[in-house]
C-alpha cells in the first residue's frame, strides 16, 4: 500500500511539471493603424529562465525596442511594429520552438475589426496571415484549445476526480458530470461576455477549497460518515462547477475571442472542454475497472483513502498559497 501512494504521489508532481513545462506561450498583434501594430509577446519562465522562444517577424517589419516586466510566471515584452506592407499574406514564425514542448497561440487584430487565432506548435512553427479567419479554423482552434486547457487544468481534474471516488452508480455519476458541465457554461459564458464579474484569484482559491471539500467528504464516507457530497453528489458539483466556470473563463480571457466570431469560439472552447473531461472521466473508469479484476475491495478501499489524503493535502497547499497571494 505504501508503494501505491508513492507511485501516485510521484505521478501527480510528474503532472505538475508537465503543465509547468507547456504552458504556453501568447503573441498578441493590434493594428492601431493602416501599417502600425502594438505587439505584446507573452512568454513562459521557469526559475527565472525564460523559454528559449521568440517570434520573427515579416522583414518588411520594423520594431521598436521593447519594454520589459514579469507578471507570475511569464516575461511580457511590449513593442510598436511598422510593416510597409501590412500583415495580410505575411509569415510569422516563432524561432525555437521546435526544441520545446510548448506551444504559442498567437492573436491578430485587423485594422476593421477583424481578429483572428492562430495556435504554433512544434511541428507547425510558422503560418501566413490571412486577412479573416474562416469558420473551420475558429472551431478547430477553440475546440483544441478547451481541450488542452482542462487536460492541463489539474485542479480542474482533481475536483472531478474526487467527484468519481464520491460517487456511486452508473445514473448518479451520469447526474453528477451533467449538473457539474451545466454549471461551468453557465458561469463560463456569462463571464466571457461581460454579464457577470468576479476577480479571479479568490475564485482560484475556492476552486482550491472545492477539492479539500470533496476530499474530506470522501474520508468520511470511508469512515462510514455520509455527508451531503455523497447524498446529493449532483447538488456540490452544480454548485462548484459555477465556481470551476469563472476559472474557465479566466483562461478563456487571455487567449481573447475574435470579434467576428464570439459566439461560434465560445461554444468550441466549451466543447473542448467537455471532450477533454470525457476523455479523462473515461480513462479513469477504465483503470478503475482493471484494478477491480485485479485487486481485493479492501486494498482499493485502502488505496481511495490514501488517494483521498494526498489530494486533500494538495487541494490545501494551494489553498493556503491562493489565499495569500491575493490576501497579502
Known amino acids: 500500500m505504501h508503494y501505491i501512494r508513492v507511485l501516485l504521489l510521484l505521478s501527480l508532481m510528474l503532472g505538475f511539471s508537465f503543465a509547468d513545462e507547456i504552458r504556453p506561450g501568447y503573441l498578441e498583434i493590434k493594428s492601431s493603424g493602416a501599417k502600425t501594430f502594438q505587439v505584446k509577446w507573452k512568454v513562459p519562465m521557469k526559475d527565472n529562465m525564460v523559454l528559449g522562444i521568440k517570434p520573427i517577424m515579416p522583414k518588411s ?4 525596442p521593447p519594454s520589459r516586466h514579469k507578471v507570475n510566471n511569464a516575461l511580457i515584452e511590449s513593442w510598436t511594429m511598422v510593416c510597409t506592407t501590412g500583415l495580410a499574406g505575411q509569415t510569422i514564425e516563432i524561432q525555437g520552438l521546435d526544441s520545446t514542448a510548448t506551444d504559442v497561440l498567437v492573436r491578430i487584430t485587423h485594422a476593421n475589426g477583424s481578429s483572428l487565432i492562430q495556435r504554433l506548435i512544434p511541428t507547425q512553427r510558422s503560418f501566413q496571415v490571412a486577412a479573416e479567419q474562416s469558420s473551420w479554423d475558429v472551431a478547430k482552434t477553440y475546440t483544441i484549445i478547451g481541450v488542452e486547457h482542462i487536460l492541463l487544468g489539474i485542479d480542474h481534474l482533481l475536483f472531478v476526480f474526487a467527484l468519481l471516488l464520491i460517487v456511486v452508480g452508473r445514473k448518479r455519476l451520469i447526474g453528477t458530470i451533467t449538473a ?4 461551468h457554461s ?3 459564458v456569462a463571464a466571457t461576455l461581460g454579464w457577470l464579474s468576479v476577480p479571479q484569484a479568490p475564485v482560484e ?16 464516507s470511508q469512515q462510514g460518515k455520509v455527508g451531503l457530497a455523497e447524498r446529493s453528489p449532483w447538488l456540490i458539483a452544480f454548485i462548484f462547477g459555477l465556481l470551476h466556470g469563472f476559472g474557465f473563463a479566466g483562461a478563456l480571457a487571455e487567449v481573447g475571442l475574435p470579434e467576428q466570431s464570439i459566439p461560434q469560439a465560445l461554444l468550441f472552447f466549451n466543447v473542448g472542454v467537455e471532450l477533454g473531461q470525457l476523455i479523462f472521466v473515461f480513462a479513469v473508469l477504465c483503470i478503475a475497472w482493471v484494478l477491480k479484476k485485479v485487486i481485493t475491495q479492501n486494498v482499493l478501499r485502502k488505496g481511495e483513502m490514501g488517494i483521498a489524503y494526498v489530494i486533500g493535502s494538495l487541494a490545501a497547499f494551494w489553498l493556503i498559497e491562493r489565499t495569500y497571494s491575493f490576501w497579502v
Open 186 to 188: 453557465i458561469t463560463l
Open 61 to 64: 517589419c520594423k520594431s521598436t
Open 205 to 220: 482559491a475556492v476552486i482550491a477549497l472545492s477539492i479539500l471539500f470533496l476530499a474530506v467528504e470522501i474520508i468520511h
Open 180 to 183: 457539474f458541465t451545466l454549471a
